[in-house]
Nanobody
């Protein structure tokens, strides 16, 4: 049974940093591209960063130069290092496989981790 557990969120001042982690279980982690998404209040979930199974990386424009995605296949974990945080980065952050994992036809999402950027 797949499980994605995000952690590392919190309250941080503008300009600060956070490192998010996502521990995956129930999948052969190394075979999957992994994504970080975020969902701000009243907005649709958006893809923030992607790392393929072979390490190719892509970012949404707003994350370029500030966020770094990485993975540790030995730990079945994907990370998102976020620097120079802005209030508009405030959201619940989720990880998922690429494409999103499905259970009985429905997309599976973990509980996410809240990131709040505020002074």
């Amino acid at each position: 049974q797949v499980q994605l557990v995000e952690s590392g969120g919190g309250l941080v001042q503008p300009g600060g940093s956070l490192r998010l982690s996502c521990a995956a279980s129930g999948i052969i982690f190394s075979l999957y591209g992994m994504d970080w998404y975020r969902q701000a209040p009243g907005k649709q979930r958006e893809l923030v960063a992607r790392i393929s199974s072979v390490g190719n990386i892509n970012y949404v424009d707003s994350a370029k130069g500030r966020f770094t995605i990485s993975r540790d296949n030995a730990k079945n974990t994907v990370y998102l290092q976020m620097n120079s945080l802005k209030p508009e980065d405030t959201a619940v952050y989720y990880c998922n496989t690429d494409p999103p994992w499905r259970i009985n036809g429905a997309e599976y999402w973990g509980q996410g981790t809240q990131v709040t950027v505020s002074s």
